[in-house]
């Protein structure tokens, strides 16, 4: 059993940065591919960034050169940093995991990740 917990969200000003952690408990030694996922209100969750086991990472055409997802194993612990926030970045972010270790692409496998965490809020002002 894997439990993921968010922290680090809250509100800024367009243009601001903030670090989203993912800390993951339990049986983590397996775990291959990670992401985040963020759902505005009214909308689909949507896949924000992945990152595989071997640190490759994508990311969704609207963050590309904003943010930066890493992961830290001796620490399971996700991370993803926003820089130069937009209001449309608004939302509930989720951190998400799973035991494959290929095709982690937030974007296209989506509803392949198993493991999810609660979400932290994002509220971006403009």
């Known amino acids: 059993q894997v439990q993921l917990v968010e922290s680090g969200g809250g509100s800024v000003q367009a243009g601001g940065s903030l670090r989203l952690s993912c800390a993951a408990y339990?049986?983590?030694?397996?775990?291959?591919?990670m992401g985040w996922f963020r759902q505005a209100p009214g909308k689909e969750r949507e896949g924000v960034a992945s990152?595989?086991?071997?640190?490759?990472?994508t990311y969704a055409d609207s963050v590309k050169g904003r943010f930066t997802i890493s992961r830290d194993n001796a620490k399971n612990t996700l991370y993803l940093q926003m820089n130069s926030l937009k209001p449309e970045d608004t939302g509930t972010y989720y951190c998400?995991?799973?035991?494959?270790?290929?095709?982690?692409?937030?974007?296209?496998?989506?509803?392949?990740?198993?493991?999810w965490g609660q979400g932290t809020q994002v509220t971006v002002s403009s």
């Open positions: 998400a995991a799973d035991y494959r270790y290929s095709n982690c692409d937030s974007s296209k496998y989506r509803f392949t990740y198993k493991l």
């Open positions: 990152i595989s086991s071997v640190d490759y990472t």
């Open positions: 339990g049986n983590t030694y397996s775990i291959g591919c």
